[in-house]
Nanobody, 117 residues
């Protein structure tokens, strides 16, 4: 099991940027792929981006391609989500999760991102 803590959320104006961090502890961080998810009020949780254990492979939801960048620093046990050109539709609680096998089994508590228009 790996413990995950998100940080970096907050209130930002439309067009602004935020960088979220997902800090891990516990088992060997580099064994895990990491995904970012978000859940807006009244909506289901959706996948935003993901990165392989080595950082060599990434995935982005169509809605964030060109705006968000996922990266990781295994020496710091941290994954980042750089979010640029934010708009009100990006308002949500953002979660990171770890996947060693076929499913994301370990989740953080989430960090609130609010984009004001």
């Amino acid at each position: 099991q790996v413990q995950l803590v998100e940080s970096g959320g907050g209130l930002v104006q439309a067009g602004g940027s935020l960088r979220l961090s997902c800090a891990a502890s516990g088992r060997t961080f580099s064994n895990y792929a990491i995904g970012w998810f978000r859940q807006a009020p009244g909506k289901e949780r959706e996948s935003v981006a993901a990165i392989s254990w080595s950082g060599g492979s990434t995935y982005y939801a169509d809605s964030v391609k060109g705006r968000f960048t996922i990266s990781r620093d295994n020496a710091k046990n941290t994954v980042y989500l750089q979010m640029n050109s934010l708009k009100s539709g990006h308002t949500a609680v953002y979660y990171c999760a770890a996947r060693e096998g076929n499913s994301y089994d370990d989740w953080g508590q989430g960090t609130q991102v609010t984009v004001s228009s």
